[in-house]
C-alpha cells in the first residue's frame, strides 16, 4: 500500500508541510498527533460544492478536517472525495457522486445516514 502522503499527491492533494518545530508539535519534535506536525496543504475550497460543510469555510485544510473533525459529514465527505480521486483504485463513487451525495443535491441510497453510507464504500 502507499502512505498517506503519497495517496494524497496521487489523489492531487498535498498533505501539508512536515513542520517538526511548529506548535503542533511536542517538545524535541516528537508529535503528539503526527498530523498537527504539518502545515499548510490542500484547501477545502480546492473540492468544489463541500465549502461550508459543518461550517468549514475554504480556507480550512483537508487535513485538519480529517483529522479533527470526528462525527462529522465533512470527515466522511473529504476522506470519500480523496478516495474518488485516487486513480489506483476503483472507488465506488465518483468525484462527483460524492459531492452530489455531501451536498443534497441526489438522495442517500436507502434513506440511511450520510455517514453511515459512507462508511460501507470505504477501500
Known amino acids: 500500500g502507499m502512505d498517506t502522503i503519497d ?17 503542533g508539535c ?3 519534535g516528537q508529535p503528539a498527533n503526527k498530523s498537527d506536525c504539518y502545515t499548510g496543504g490542500s484547501m477545502l475550497s480546492s473540492i468544489p460544492g463541500l465549502v461550508g460543510l459543518d461550517g468549514y469555510g475554504g480556507s480550512t485544510s483537508l487535513r485538519e478536517i480529517i483529522t479533527h473533525g470526528q462525527g462529522t459529514d465533512a470527515r466522511h465527505c473529504v476522506t470519500a472525495y480523496l478516495n474518488a480521486s485516487l486513480p489506483s483504485i476503483n472507488y465506488m463513487l465518483t468525484q462527483q457522486q460524492v ?11 436507502g434513506g440511511i445516514p450520510l455517514r453511515t453510507f459512507l462508511d460501507t464504500t470505504w477501500v
Open 7 to 23: 495517496a494524497w499527491a496521487s489523489a492531487g492533494f498535498v498533505y501539508g508541510i512536515l513542520d517538526v518545530l511548529g506548535s
Open 26 to 28: 511536542t517538545p524535541g
Open 99 to 109: 459531492i452530489d451525495l455531501c451536498n443534497g443535491t441526489i438522495p442517500v441510497p
